[in-house]
């Protein structure tokens, strides 16, 4: 079964900048899309950014405005977002999961999650 563990949310104050990791087991970063998403208190959850088993990579969410950027490393089986320039709307739970190969914006078609880690721009 494969697993998926998010780690370095934290608190940090507006303009700042923060890497998410998310380690993946038991899958092949090659063959799987690795999708970040978020959650605000209140709101729905939301696609951020993802990266394909091809290495292509997609990003949804308008109001992050080109501050991030998702990466991987197949030899280490991680995946980053590299979040910078960060607001107080950026607050909330970060997810990475996974689907197969190809990327999508629809958080329904992927199969695995992590627990998530919180990310709380403030002052």
């Known amino acids: 079964q494969l697993q998926l563990v998010e780690s370095g949310g934290s608190l940090v104050q507006p303009g700042g900048s923060l890497r998410l990791s998310c380690a993946a087991s038991?899958?092949?970063?090659?063959?799987?899309?690795i999708g970040w998403f978020r959650q605000a208190p209140g709101k729905e959850r939301e696609g951020v950014s993802c990266?394909?088993?091809?290495?292509?990579?997609?990003e949804y969410a308008n109001a992050v405005d080109g501050r991030f950027t998702i990466s991987r490393d197949t030899a280490k089986n991680m995946v980053y977002l590299q979040m910078t320039a960060l607001k107080p709307s950026d607050t909330g739970v970060y997810y990475c999961?996974?689907?197969?190969?190809?990327?999508?914006?629809?958080?329904?078609?992927?199969?695995?999650w992590g627990q998530g880690t919180q990310v709380t721009v403030s002052s």
């Open positions: 999961a996974a689907k197969s190969r190809r990327c999508s914006r629809r958080d329904f078609l992927f199969e695995a």
């Open positions: 038991r899958l092949t970063l090659g063959e799987t899309a």
């Open positions: 990266i394909a088993g091809d290495g292509s990579v997609e």
